[in-house]
């Protein structure tokens, strides 16, 4: 089965000279469909802009990037563009919601982005009650509290029907119970939507719902599960 994503041998440095960073130090690395990967890493690890790479909005210094068998760095940015569009559903901890959309209204833009292939009104409905943020639809992001900004930037992400969906830190301003809401979720859209699903993480309630697990250590990386 061919890897839904790939890196090989990618390196990203950041500076020059005596104050040059190895974020990421040939780093080889693949994930299917129908997985659930967790890569775990402490703050600096290099586990950021791993992700940041792997869906196309940083270029690596070296080495190749492929999706679906693509090296995307063969990619123009229309190209790139239409990838991320309608293959990769990124959760960055940034939250990026517009303040001046209710929560309903995040959802609306997206399809006005891109008005083929999102979920139904029926699935985004059972989503944002799965992710309890069903009851915020008219609420505004200055109204919410960062947990629940972060479930709205969650649902809006999946809502695009991603065929890889690339997480950071998505549960950081999670307690346990929304938190494992999320896991679970991550997990269902793995096995029984046969997404890949790739979470960046120091949250090690995440591990349990993992098909594999990697560690990320000064810039390097190793499966652990």
């Known amino acids: ?38 890569i775990l890493g402490p703050s600096g690890s290099g586990k950021s802009t791993f992700l940041t790479i792997a869906g196309g909005l940083r270029q690596p210094s070296s080495g190749q990037v492929l999706i679906d068998g693509q090296d995307i760095q063969d990619m123009n940015n229309r190209e790139l563009e239409r990838l991320r569009l309608n ?16 929560v309903a209204e995040q959802f609306q833009l997206v399809d006005r982005v891109k008005p083929n292939g999102n979920l139904d009104q029926k699935e985004l409905d059972q989503l944002m009650h799965e992710l309890d943020i069903f009851q915020l639809k008219n609420q505004y992001p200055d109204q919410l509290s960062g947990g629940q900004n972060q479930r709205v930037a969650i649902a809006r992400a ?38 890949t699903v790739i979470v960046v993480t120091h949250d090690l309630r995440l591990r349990k719902y993992a098909d594999r697990i990697f560690e990320i250590n000064d810039g390097k990386i190793k499966q652990t599960k």
């Open 1 to 38: 089965m061919m890897a839904t994503i790939e890196l090989k041998n990618v390196n990203r440095t950041f500076g020059t000279g005596i104050g040059q960073v190895q974020a990421l130090s040939a780093i080889n690395f693949q994930a299917q469909a129908g997985e659930l990967t967790l």
């Open 87 to 102: 293959k990769i559903g990124f959760i960055l901890q940034s939250y990026n919601l517009l303040p001046y959309l209710t």
């Open 158 to 195: 999946l809502y695009t029907n991603p065929s890889l969906v690339l997480a950071d830190e998505p549960t950081a301003a999670l307690d346990s119970e929304r938190g494992a809401a999320v896991g679970q979720e991550f997990q269902r859209l793995a096995r029984q939507k046969n997404k």
